[in-house]
């Protein structure tokens, strides 16, 4: 079975810091890989996703993720966090398992960012 | 824009009681899933559906069901609610047919399930 990892459970950075949340996979076939967001009291958004072509996608507020296939790794990126970035993200994969979708989520990292 | 409506944002029930957790999306999306969310665990995959009448267990099905009459509801159903199932309950929605890819999950806000 597939499995994600999200090394870094909880990240405090100051605002304008660059941020990296790392995440890898456990799937040797094809994959979708996506972050979500999860700000405090709200539900899950999509952040970025990854379907295939260049390994490099960009989300939305300034993230971004490159795809490392040798690697099986799917980390976010972010040159200058600010303080509404504080929230939690989610790396998820989507493979095609007995001919179904099945999305499997990492734990999660939470991240604080202080002002 | 996608929506998905979870029928509580709160609920409280007692040890024992059926527990009845209501979804729905208003995309025609072909796939349903149901997740539990806990701190340090992530979302983990309680049950989804791919059609109409179809259910598939997802990673931690014991202690659930669900039920899908009609194409935009899933339900998820405790048989008797227990403490251990007290956590939030997020319920997502995807177009695709079975073994389509390249598709994202738009997720409801959740219910925050509290079984005392």
């Known amino acids: 079975a597939q499995s994600v990892s999200q090394h870094n459970h909880h990240v405090i950075l100051s605002e304008a810091a660059s941020l990296e949340l790392g995440c890898n996979y456990s799937?040797?076939?094809?994959?979708?890989l996506f972050w979500y967001v999860q700000y405090p009291g709200q539900h899950l958004q999509l952040l970025l996703k990854y379907f295939s072509g260049d390994p490099l996608v960009k989300g939305i507020k300034g993230f971004e993720a490159e795809f490392i296939k040798s690697k099986f790794s799917f980390n976010l990126r972010k040159p200058s966090v600010q303080w509404s970035d504080t929230a939690e993200y989610f790396c998820?994969?989507?493979?095609?398992?007995?001919?179904?979708?099945?999305?499997?989520f990492g734990t999660g990292t939470k991240l604080q960012v202080i002002p | 824009d996608v929506k998905v409506t979870q029928s509580s944002r709160y609920l409280v029930k007692r040890t024992g009681e059926k527990v009845f957790l209501e979804c729905v999306q208003d995309m025609d999306h072909e796939n349903m899933f149901w997740y539990r969310q806990d701190p340090g665990l992530g979302l983990r995959l309680i049950y989804f559906?791919?059609?109409?009448?179809?259910?598939e267990k997802g990673d931690i099905p014991e202690g659930y069901s669900v039920s899908r009459e009609k194409k935009e509801r899933f339900s998820l159903i405790l048989e008797s609610a227990s403490t251990n199932q007290t956590s939030m309950y997020l319920c997502?929605?995807?177009?695709?047919?079975?073994?389509?890819?390249?598709?994202?999950?738009?997720f409801g806000q959740g219910t925050r399930l509290t079984v005392v």
């Open positions: 998820a994969v989507n493979v095609n398992s007995g001919g179904y979708q099945k999305v499997t």
């Open positions: 997502a929605s995807s177009p695709g047919r079975r073994g389509f890819r390249n598709t994202e999950a738009f």
């Open positions: 559906s791919y059609d109409v009448k179809m259910k």
């Open positions: 799937y040797g076939g094809t994959v979708n």
